[in-house]
C-alpha cells in the first residue's frame, strides 16, 4: 500500500473517530487529543489532515450531510401518496439505524446552536425542501399547504427523536434505535402524514340536510321581508 493510500486510510479512521467522539460528547468538549487518541494516531497527524478542529468538524458534517442526502436526496419510486408516505418513514428509520452517529451528531450540533450547527441545519432544510417541492410539483400535496413547515415537520421528526431519545425510551417503554422502536415510529410517522389525527367530518343524514335547508330558507325569506318593509 502507498504513502497515499495511507493517508487516506489514516483521514478516514480521524474522521470516524471525530465523528463518534462529537456525537457522544458535543463538538465544544471534545478536543483535537480527545480525537487523536480514539483514532489511536498522533494530535499531529490530525492537525496535518484537518488543520484544526474547525477543519475537523467541517469534514465530519461534510460526511454527514453526504449521507443525509443517499438516504433522502433521491426521489421517491411510486409517486403515490400511500407509498410516498410510507417510503419517508422507512427512510427516517433507515438514516437512525444506519447512521446511530451521524443521528447523534445532528442532534448536538443543533443543541450547541453555535454558527456551524445553524449552517448543518440550513443544509437539512434545503434537502427536505427540495423534497416537499417535489411533491408538489408532482401534484401529491393538497393546495395551501405551508411548505416551509411541512419541511420543517420532516426534519423535527427526524432530529427530535434524538434530542428526546431517553425520554421516549421511558415513556414507549422501548428503546427507540431497537427494530420494534424503529418500526413502531415508521408506522406512527407514516399514518400522521397519510392521514392526520382526526377523522374526517360524519356526512349529514337526510333529515339534518332537511333541517339546515328549511333553515337557510327561513333566513333568505325573512331577509327578504325585512327588506320590502324598510321599502
Not at 401529491?140 to 415537520?153: F, P
Not at 343524514?205 to 324598510?230: E, K, M, V, Y
Amino acid at each position: 500500500m502507498g504513502r497515499i493510500d495511507l493517508d487516506l486510510t489514516a483521514a478516514a479512521r480521524i474522521r470516524e473517530a471525530a465523528l463518534e467522539q462529537f456525537a457522544a460528547r458535543g463538538v465544544a468538549a471534545t478536543s483535537i487529543r480527545d480525537v487523536a487518541r480514539a483514532a489511536r494516531v498522533s494530535p499531529g497527524l490530525v492537525q496535518h489532515h484537518y488543520g484544526s478542529k474547525a477543519g475537523l468538524r467541517r469534514a465530519v458534517e461534510d460526511f454527514v450531510t453526504r449521507r443525509a442526502v443517499e438516504t433522502f436526496g433521491q426521489p421517491y419510486a411510486d409517486p403515490s401518496p400511500v407509498e410516498t408516505t410510507s417510503q419517508l418513514a422507512a427512510r427516517i428509520s433507515a438514516f437512525i439505524r444506519d447512521n446511530p452517529a451521524a443521528f447523534s451528531f445532528i442532534g448536538r450540533s443543533l443543541l450547541e446552536g453555535d454558527a456551524a450547527g445553524v449552517a448543518l441545519f440550513d443544509r437539512l432544510m434545503a434537502l427536505a425542501r427540495a423534497q416537499v417541492d417535489r411533491l408538489q410539483a408532482a401534484g401529491l400535496l393538497r393546495s395551501g399547504l405551508d411548505l416551509e413547515w411541512t419541511a420543517l415537520h420532516v426534519v423535527l421528526i427526524d432530529v427530535g427523536a434524538h434530542l428526546f431519545e431517553a425520554a421516549l425510551g421511558r415513556y414507549l417503554g422501548q428503546a427507540l434505535r431497537t427494530e420494534r422502536g424503529l418500526a413502531r415510529m415508521e408506522g406512527a410517522t407514516a399514518a400522521l402524514f397519510l392521514h392526520g389525527i382526526f377523522r374526517p367530518p360524519r356526512p349529514a343524514s337526510a333529515q339534518q340536510t332537511g333541517t339546515i335547508n328549511r333553515g337557510r330558507a327561513a333566513g333568505t325569506r325573512a331577509r327578504s321581508s325585512r327588506r320590502r318593509t324598510r321599502r
